[in-house]
C-alpha cells in the first residue's frame, strides 16, 4: 500500500483564517493536487455534508475532518497545523491539529483499518504532543507513519474493527466484582469517530472500574458481540449518530444513548450513566423490538422533536421513488403525449418491440416508460408511511406501516393518509414491541405478532374510522387547489418560494417539496394544479444557488477567492435545481444571504403559479426542458428571482456590514465569522443526500 500522507499534504504554522470551510476546502485541495482526488470541490462538498451532520472538532486543540467520497482516487490524509487555531466545534475551544482523512467510496478493508488507527492514535497526549512539536513535514509524516505501523496502546481490540476487549490493566477491583457494560460507537462515515469513541469509552469505563466491550460498527468489518457477554452486561451504551444494527440483542437492557461525539467528549459521563442506569428500575430499556423503550424517565428529545424526525424519515426515504418515477412519468408523455396514460398498460401487455402500436417506436416507448414511472410513483405513500413507521419503531414497523400506507391509497386518502397511517403504524408496533411475552414467544414478535395484530389495528382504523374523513379533506384540498387563480394562486406561489429558499434543504424545505411530488401523480390535462405547484417548488429551488452564483459576478470583491470559485459550481448546481450550491455562501453568512434568497425565490414562485407554468418532474432543474409547460415563463421567472436576489446580496454585503474578524482582509471579511453561526446554518443540512430533494 502507499502511504497515506507525505510531505506534500501537511501545512505548518500558516494562517488558514478562521473559517472551517475554508480550511476543509484548502486541505482537499491539497489532495486534488497529490494526484489522489479527481475534484477538489466534490471532496469538498462530501466532506463539509459530513462536517454540518456533526462537529469534528474533539478535546484537546484536534480536529478531524472527514469523509467517503467518490472523487478520492486513493485513501488519503493530510494534516495541518494552523497558526492561529481553527474552531472546529470542540467544546474546549479551537483545533491546532488537523487531520483531514479523505477515502474512497469503495476504500479497502486494511486501508480503513489504518485510517481508524490514526483517529485512536489522536487521543493518545504523547502522539499529539510530538505532533505540535514536530519541526518539519517530514517529520510529521514520520511520526505519522509510525503511528499506523505500531500497536495502538490501550486499544481495546486487536482487531480495529471489532468486539472489543477491555483493557488488560484494569485498576484494583477484583475482575468477578467489577460491573460489565457492552457498547456499540458508530458514525456516518464510520472512519474515525467511531473508533475513537470506543477507545476513550473504554478508557472510562476502566477508571470506573468497570469491565466494557465494544462492538464498533465502522466502515472496515465488524465483529458481533457475544451472546454471552450482552446476557452479562448490566447495562448498554449507545455512542451513534446512525442506527444500531440488530439492536434486538440488547432487548431489556438500561440503556444509554447519545451522539457518538459525546461518546468521545464526556466518555467518564456516559460510563457513570450507564452504571447508574444499572441500578435504577425506571431506567430507559432497550425494548423487544429493538427500539428503545422507556418506562417512565424522560428521552433525549422534545415530542417536536421526535415528530419531525420521525416525518422527515419517511419523506426522505420516499423522495427516490417519486425522483425517477416522476421523470419516467414526463418522458412518457413527452414520447407518447398525455393519452398514454390511459393505455400504457395495454400497450405495454400486448405490443413489442417486434409488434409496434399504433403511433410507432415513441408510443410504445412512452407506454414502457410511464408504466415504470407509474409504479415507482405507486409507492410514493406505502413507503411514506412504512418509513416513518420504522423511524418510530425500528424494523418490526416497516411491514405495519406499509400495509397501512397502501390502505390509505385504497380509501383515496392520499398523502395525508400515509402521514397518519405511518404514526398509527408506528406507535401500534412499537406498544407490541414492548409488550412482556414469554422467552419463546419473543422470536416470533417481529417477524409474525408484530406485523399482524399491527396491521389488523392500524389499517383497520384507517378503513374503518380514519380512511373516510381524511380522503374527503384531501378531496376538499384538491378541488381547492384546482379552483386557485388570479391572486391567490400568486399568494400560494410566494409562500413556496419562501419555503424552499428559508433552509436550503431543511425541514421547512422539505415539507413544501414534500406537498409538490406528492401530489404530482394527481396532476392531469384538466387538472393542472399540482404540476404548477411543482413548477414553482422547482423554479424557487433553483433560484439560491444561481443568486449567489450572478452575485459573485457582480461584485468580485464582496467574495473571498474561496467562494468566487463555489460560485462558478453554483451556476450548474442552481440549473439542475440542487440548492445546495448555496450552502457554501449561506454557511458563512447566512442573516445576509438567507433573506436575499427568500426574497428572488418568493417572486420566482409567485410568478410561476401566476402566469401557469407547470412541471410534471419532479426534478431536473432546466434539464427536463421537455416536462416543462410554458418553458419561457418558466426561465422568465428565474431570471427574475436570480436578479433580485443576486443584486440584493450584493447590496446586502456593501451597506450591512458585519464586525470584521482580526486578521481577515477586507475581501474576506463579509464572509467570515463564528464557526457557530455557519455550524447553525448548515445543520439544516444534515443527511439529506441530493437525491431526497
Known amino acids: 500500500m502507499s502511504s497515506l500522507i507525505t510531505p506534500g499534504l501537511v501545512i ?51 480536529a478531524i475532518p472527514h469523509c467517503r467520497s467518490t472523487a478520492v482516487l486513493e485513501p488519503t490524509l493530510a494534516m495541518a497545523r494552523p497558526a492561529p487555531a481553527v474552531d472546529f466545534g470542540a467544546s474546549d475551544g479551537p483545533a491546532d491539529i488537523i487531520f483531514f482523512i479523505a477515502a474512497p467510496d469503495g476504500a479497502d478493508q486494511a486501508h480503513l483499518v489504518l485510517l481508524s488507527k490514526l483517529a485512536r492514535s489522536l487521543i493518545k497526549p504523547e502522539f499529539v504532543t510530538a505532533l505540535r512539536e514536530a519541526p518539519s513535514a517530514e517529520a510529521i509524516v514520520e511520526l505519522v507513519d509510525g503511528a499506523l505501523a505500531d500497536e495502538p496502546v490501550a486499544a481495546p481490540a486487536s482487531d480495529a474493527a471489532g468486539s472489543a476487549a477491555p483493557v488488560a490493566d484494569a485498576p484494583a477491583p477484583d475482575a468477578a466484582a467489577r460491573p460489565i457494560l457492552v457498547a456499540v460507537t458508530a458514525c ?8 475513537m469513541a470506543a477507545d476513550s469509552l473504554v478508557a472510562a469505563a476502566k477508571r470506573a472500574g468497570a ?55 464526556e466518555p467518564d459521563q456516559m460510563i457513570a450513566e450507564a452504571l447508574a442506569a444499572a441500578n435504577d428500575p425506571q431506567a430507559r430499556r432497550v425494548a423487544g423490538d429493538g427500539a428503545a423503550a422507556s418506562t417512565g424517565t424522560t428521552t433525549d428529545e422534545h415530542v417536536g422533536q421526535k415528530i419531525k ?42 405490443y413489442s418491440l417486434f409488434n409496434l402500436p399504433d403511433g410507432g417506436l415513441g408510443t410504445y416507448l412512452g407506454a414502457v416508460a410511464f408504466a415504470i414511472g407509474a409504479a415507482s410513483m405507486g409507492f410514493l ?60 414467544l419473543r422470536g416470533l414478535m417481529p417477524v ?42 400568486v399568494i400560494l406561489g410566494l409562500i413556496l418560494g419562501v419555503m424552499m429558499a428559508a433552509d436550503l434543504g431543511g425541514p421547512i424545505n422539505k415539507v413544501a417539496y414534500a406537498f409538490a411530488v406528492a401530489g404530482l401523480s394527481a396532476g392531469s390535462a384538466t387538472n393542472q394544479a399540482p404540476w404548477e405547484i411543482m ?14 452564483a450572478f452575485a459573485t459576478v457582480l461584485d468580485k470583491k464582496l467574495f473571498s477567492a474561496a467562494e468566487r470559485e463555489n460560485g462558478k459550481a453554483a451556476w450548474l448546481l442552481g440549473a439542475a435545481f440542487i440548492s445546495e450550491g448555496a450552502i457554501p455562501f449561506a454557511a458563512v453568512d447566512p442573516l445576509r444571504v438567507i433573506p436575499a434568497g427568500i426574497v428572488g425565490s418568493a417572486l420566482t414562485g409567485a410568478i410561476v403559479m401566476g402566469s401557469g407554468v407547470t412541471s410534471q418532474a419532479p426534478h431536473g432543474g432546466i434539464f427536463v426542458f421537455f416536462a416543462i409547460g410554458n418553458l419561457a ?56 443526500p441530493v437525491a431526497a430533494r
Not at 40 to 46: G, S, V
Not at 404 to 419: D, T, Y
Not at 464 to 472: C, E, Q, R, S, T
Request: charge should be neutral; proline fraction near 5%.
Open 448 to 489: 409474525v405478532i408484530i406485523p399482524l395484530v399491527g396491521s389488523i389495528f392500524a389499517s383497520g382504523l384507517m378503513v374503518i374510522v380514519l380512511g373516510g374523513p381524511i380522503a374527503l379533506l384531501m378531496s376538499g384540498l384538491t378541488t381547492w387547489l384546482s379552483s386557485l387563480t388570479g391572486a391567490s394562486a
Open 535 to 548: 413548477a414553482a417548488v422547482m423554479a424557487a429551488g433553483m433560484v439560491p444557488p444561481l443568486a449567489l
Open 12 to 62: 505548518l504554522d500558516e494562517d488558514l483564517g478562521t473559517d472551517r470551510a475554508a480550511v476543509i476546502r484548502r486541505l482537499a485541495g491539497l489532495v486534488t493536487a497529490s494526484g489522489r482526488a479527481s475534484d477538489t470541490e466534490a471532496l469538498f462538498a462530501d466532506a463539509w455534508a459530513r462536517e454540518s451532520k456533526t462537529d469534528t472538532g474533539i478535546p484537546g486543540g484536534i
Open 211 to 265: 469491565e466494557l466491550h465494544v462492538e464498533t460498527q465502522g466502515s472496515s468489518s465488524v465483529t458481533p458481540l457475544d451472546p454471552a457477554i450482552i446476557a452479562n452486561a448490566v447495562a448498554v451504551v449507545f455512542a451513534v449518530d446512525v442506527d444500531v444494527r440488530d439492536k434486538a440483542r440488547f432487548a431489556g437492557k438500561p440503556v444509554i444513548q447519545a451522539p457518538v461525539k459525546r461518546g468521545i467528549d
Open 633 to 688: 415563463m418558466f426561465i422568465v421567472a428565474i431570471l427574475a428571482g436570480t436578479v433580485v436576489s443576486g443584486l440584493l446580496v450584493v447590496a446586502l454585503k456593501r451597506w450591512v456590514r458585519r464586525r470584521p474578524v482580526e486578521g481577515v482582509d477586507t475581501a474576506d471579511s463579509s464572509v467570515a465569522g463564528g464557526t457557530s453561526s455557519a455550524a447553525s446554518a448548515s445543520s439544516a443540512k444534515a443527511g439529506v
Open 309 to 350: 424526525r420521525w416525518l422527515l424519515t419517511g419523506v426522505s426515504y420516499m423522495i427516490p421513488f417519486v425522483a425517477g418515477g416522476g421523470l419516467l412519468i414526463a418522458l412518457g408523455f413527452l414520447l407518447a403525449g398525455y393519452k398514454i396514460s390511459g393505455n400504457a398498460t395495454d400497450i405495454i401487455l400486448n
Open 188 to 195: 456516518p462515515t464510520g472512519i474515525a469517530h467511531t473508533y
Open 381 to 440: 405513500v406505502p413507503a411514506l408511511a412504512g418509513y416513518i413507521a420504522y423511524a418510530i419503531a425500528d424494523r418490526p414497523g416497516i411491514a405495519v406501516g406499509f400495509t397501512a400506507g397502501a390502505v390509505a391509497l385504497l380509501m383515496n386518502a392520499g398523502f395525508l393518509g400515509g402521514l397518519v397511517g405511518g404514526l398509527l403504524a408506528g406507535f401500534i408496533a412499537w406498544a407490541l414491541g414492548r409488550l412482556q411475552v414469554p422467552r419463546w
